[in-house]
């Protein structure tokens, strides 16, 4: 900066640059997934995502019901909450793949 003050303040940047970095990235997600074009990815991201959701909800409500009646949860019970949230995992897992392999390979302008 030479002889010039940064008015750069790292509490406020630290703050404020996660929100707008999520924001950034849910609206490329609906831009190119939902609005652009409706890919198999979309459908991953919409499936695996209620089932993950879907998953952790029914655990948490089934863990805190027998918890406060101090009851042992049944092995089935539990699959019940793990497996939707495990195969929602993996398709999430699976959008990101595919995410990751619509990147262009080649530039669109080489600044020449």
């Known amino acids: 900066y030479g002889d010039e003050q940064s008015t750069l303040s790292p509490l406020k940047v630290l703050l404020t640059f996660p929100g707008k970095l999520t924001q950034a990235f849910i609206k490329r997600i609906l831009w190119r997934y939902f609005i652009h074009d409706f890919t198999a990815c979309s459908l991953f991201l919409v499936v695996g995502m209620l089932l993950f959701l879907g998953g952790i909800s029914f655990g948490a409500i089934t ?3 027998n918890s406060i009646r101090d009851l042992i949860t049944p092995t089935g019970t539990v699959m019940l909450a793990v497996v939707p949230l495990l195969l ?5 897992l699976e959008a990101i793949v595919l995410d990751i392999q619509h990147v262009p390979k080649m530039p669109i302008h080489t600044g020449t």
């Open 63 to 65: 863990w805190i019901h």
């Open 88 to 92: 929602g995992f993996q398709l999430l």
